[in-house]
């Protein structure tokens, strides 16, 4: 199982719709995907449809190795191959129970084992700030995307999130493979595209150079649509999703023996 983490140190960048957006083009090309919701806000939870009950096992019982971990996985409607370990407001308590364990930054990699031959993909949708979970998030993750809004919040929100990734790899905390910054709500005037998203994606590929840079995603509101709802996307809005499932090495698969 290759575990893909969506990460970004400020909220509104993207994340969640990454995250949902992707597993559903994963599972559509015949991927066996596990969604893990690791947002103490839940959005991923809700926009799959989960509503848990307080006796209902989540992320947080995952983590602390409570019950059989196959009991947190929860199918997602309309979808044969893709599942959530889903959150809700209880996860907050996994910051104390991560920081007092001495060895936080692996121990959703290490409960993830539980999972992997069951699943081909794990995407995981972490918080919007540097946290206890963020750092469990990327000690779990084989690859790392960081979604960041095409303004000057979004750039400087990709720079903090690059400055955390590269310091939890300077101490072996992560052994995550960079796939790459995905410019989020790249906003055109007809043909013109506009002054801040033209900078802010500048910017990004001087950052990390220009191969590390995805295909943006356009400001549009069938993409809230998409996630709310399942409304099919046209060809030029699930195109660079296209694009993030080849340059992950996941093309269309057929379980019935060739690819």
Not at 34 to 52: E, G
Not at 140 to 167: C, M, N, Q, W
Request: charged residues 25%.
């Amino acid at each position: 199982m290759k575990t893909i983490s969506v990460c970004s140190l400020s909220g509104g960048q993207g994340k969640t719709t990454t995250t949902l957006l992707l597993g559903r083009a994963l599972a559509t090309r015949g991927y066996k995907v596990c969604l893990l919701d690791a947002d103490p806000q839940h959005s991923l939870t809700l926009f799959c449809n989960v509503d848990l009950s307080d006796d209902q096992p989540s992320l947080l019982e995952l983590l602390k190795g409570q019950g059989d971990a196959l009991d947190t996985l929860y199918e997602v409607e309309g979808y044969e191959t893709l599942f959530i370990v889903p959150s809700d407001d209880s996860l907050d308590g996994a910051h104390e129970y991560l920081s007092q364990t001495g060895m936080g930054a692996t121990i959703l990699k290490r409960r993830l084992e539980a999972l992997a031959q069951h699943f081909d993909i794990c995407l995981i949708d972490s918080p919007p700030q540097r946290s206890q979970i963020v750092l469990t998030v990327l000690g779990a993750a084989d690859h790392l995307v960081i979604p960041a809004e095409s303004t000057v919040k979004g750039f400087a929100s990709a720079a903090r999130t690059l400055d955390l990734y590269y310091a939890q790899k300077d101490i072996l905390a992560t052994t995550a493979e960079l796939i790459g910054i995905l410019p989020f709500r790249d906003r055109w005037f007809g043909l013109n595209q506009s002054k801040e998203s033209q900078l802010a994606q500048e910017a990004m590929r001087e950052e990390v150079g220009a191969e590390l840079v995805l295909p943006p995603i356009l400001e549009s509101e069938r993409y809230k649509r998409a996630v709310a709802s399942d409304e099919p996307l046209p060809e030029k809005l699930r195109y660079p999703f296209g694009q993030l499932c080849e340059r992950l090495g996941f093309v269309a698969v057929d379980r019935e023996g060739s690819a």
